[in-house]
């Protein structure tokens, strides 16, 4: 008896630590095997965090073995990121990581080679491979995950697109109002400002005028109510996701005509809200495209997934995506330890 290929994958976030394994052959559904959660102490350093993350690897790797069944240590973090080197380059839900070699760091602490990936690259791979890119037989897609900020990951012709230095996929901060709010990278009216779900809180703020009392409201205003606050009705809520839909128009436009992709894939946690902000989506990236407009699908298209097209849709994973991807990133490179 042969023993089955495994991977192990880590989803670096700014509260959750997890660590998964992940067998192709027996789940070939996306399903993570075991997995280890932990709270990310951010606030013990980045070394603090490796040494979590580490320990949390050597048990997996002693569960499940650590001969040729072990296909490799996948490790997904907010970017960007300096590549292949895995140095973390200003993470904003990770102070006092800025120039951490994360990737060192963890290979020696279990001795083991790790691949580092941003964590929006590697939901993009996992929803190519095992989402929608799967569904439409799509060799290629560009993903934006909507949470709390807007990532971005592009696949190429079945691989990764990381540009010349690892920070390839950006897309949440191309510009969709030249005139717009300043964003923390340096431009103004980035599309993360409008499509996050911190955008959403702050647009959301916005229309109720300053002279609201806000005091005891802030706190329940989450993308959630302000999303049930829409399907009840309220003009307010209804418009803010108009400028939601607005601002990923703009921003699919430039990317449907620089790309040319069969398959757009929105993602994240303000993807639940894609009946509120997809019509006004819809209508503004016909507005800016004309390589989506000679490229749209009729519905018939759409419901027959027509290869020729394309296709924008919600992402079929969720908030395992990350996770996953950084399992499957070493089974694809064929690494084996
Ligand atoms: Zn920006």
Known sequence: MTLERYAIGVDLGGTNLRIATYKEESTPNGMIADSIVLPTRVEDGPDAVADDMSGAIRKL?????HGGNFAGLGIGTPGPLELPDGILRNPPNLPGFNGYNLRRAVELRVGVPAIIESDANLAALAEFRLGSGKTYGAQSLCMLTLGTGVGNGIILDGKVWNGHNGMGGEAGHNSVD?????????SRGCLELYASATGLKR???ESRGSD???SDESSILTARHIAESATAGDAAALAVF???GTALGIGLGALVNTLNLPLYVIGGGVSAA???FAPQMTVELRMRSYVYRMNAPTEDDSRLRSPRKTHVV???LGADAGLLGACLLPLMQGSSG
Do not use: F, Q, Y
């Open 61 to 65: 790797l002693s569960k499940h073995g």
């Open 178 to 186: 030249p005139e717009g709010e300043p964003c923390p990278c340096g």
């Open 203 to 205: 647009m959301a703020k």
């Open 212 to 214: 609201a009392n806000d």
């Open 242 to 244: 108009a400028r939601v």
């Open 274 to 276: 894609w009946d509120l």
């Open 314 to 316: 919600r992402a079929e």
